[in-house]
């Protein structure tokens, strides 16, 4: 029934704007705004996620959205020059002092950050 419908996904935030802002002006994405105020991120191969305003809105306590990258301590950097945090966590997951969790050989080189709505986000070294 699903197989060849072009689903995507999709989660709130509390300020339309900041997260416009964020989505576009730090991470670069390409984003659009329809008539009723809802945000699309438009992602390569032609993906799609939209985002929504919610004035409870919680933010998700699980990772919303993955970049993968080629160079994890690059893209980790260059988040950083743009004033980006990084998460800090310890065991099991614990990360170096620049927030990222190094796989080594069991999992890829990951680091998580939120967006101004609290939403986790990563990027992720492509293995």
Do not use: C
């Amino acid at each position: 029934m699903f197989s060849t419908t072009k689903a995507f996904s999709g989660f709130s935030v509390n300020d339309l704007q900041q997260a416009k802002e964020f989505y576009h002006g730090k991470l670069g994405m390409e984003v659009s705004e329809n008539d009723m105020g809802i945000l699309t991120l438009h992602l390569g191969g032609g993906a799609k996620i939209i985002i929504y305003p919610k004035p409870n809105h919680q933010p998700a306590t699980f990772t919303i959205l993955n970049f993968p990258v080629a160079d994890i301590d690059q893209a980790v950097d260059e988040l950083i020059a743009k004033g980006i945090t990084f998460e800090q966590y310890g065991e099991p997951i614990k990360t170096d002092k620049k927030g990222i969790l190094r796989g080594n050989g069991r999992g890829p080189n990951i680091a998580w950050f939120t967006d101004p709505a609290g939403n986790i986000l990563s990027v992720l070294e492509e293995m």
